[in-house]
């Protein structure tokens, strides 16, 4: 007896129907990958730093972590799906210019990394814009998603790195800060692997209907 192929399920959008192919629930768990493996290298950094201290190899090790943290945080951000594209391509120019910032004080500077951002806060004004591209991914899991961890992680990123920069944050205070950092971020990155894939993949007909308008007007 011939089997027959179960149907795409149909949904509702704001300006018509749509299916959610394969290739959209590929892209989703892309988009969730990434981030866990951002988190867990941010964690990872943040818990041999609290657990060792500034011992020389650690933060080497930093270097490395952040590197798979940054590559990872790229392909997040190549990924995710947000309706307005020019805040996309924003968040992506972010990130590169963070990125491009961290190679050339890296490869400037003969201490690690961490411990030249940390000793000369001003490279933050670079590298920072990596961290943005982050708190915008935040932000947007905020808005569409109503999450508590990100809704504390939107305005925790900027308190620290701008506190750190101002020179205003106790060391404990930076402390207690970047260790509420790495907690929620893997809780953040955890929720959305077992958070269903179509609501990540948004309404598909706003995304064509945002394409067909652009197009028009160009």
């Known amino acids: 007896m011939a089997l027959t192929a179960e149907l795409p399920e149909i949904y509702q959008g704001q300006f018509g129907e749509f299916t959610v192919t394969q290739a959209d629930r590929t892209g989703v768990i892309v988009y969730r990958a990434a981030l866990a493996i951002a988190a867990l290298c941010f964690g990872l950094g943040t818990g041999l730093v609290f657990w060792q201290g500034p011992d020389p190899q650690v933060l080497k090790s930093l270097t490395i972590f952040y590197g798979i943290f940054s590559a990872a945080l790229g392909v997040s951000l190549l990924t995710i799906h947000i309706y307005m594209a020019a805040l996309h391509r924003v968040l992506q120019v972010f990130w590169a210019v963070g990125c491009i910032a961290a190679a ?50 939107t305005p925790l990123l900027p308190l620290l790195l701008l506190g750190h920069i101002a020179g205003g944050l106790p060391p404990q205070v930076e402390k207690v800060l970047l260790g509420a950092w790495a907690v929620l971020f893997l809780v953040f990155a955890l929720r959305k692997v077992i958070q269903p894939i179509p609501p990540d993949i948004g309404d598909k007909t706003v995304f064509t209907y945002l394409r067909e308008r652009s197009s028009a007007k160009a």
Do not use: D, M, W
């Not at 004004?125 to 508590?148: S, T, V, Y």
């Open 104 to 153: 050339i004080v890296a490869f400037q500077s003969s201490e690690p990394l961490a411990q030249t951002i940390y000793a000369h806060p001003v490279t933050l004004f670079g590298i920072g814009f990596g961290f943005a591209a982050l708190n915008g991914i935040f932000f947007k899991e905020a808005f569409c998603f109503n999450r508590l961890e990100t809704k504390l992680l």
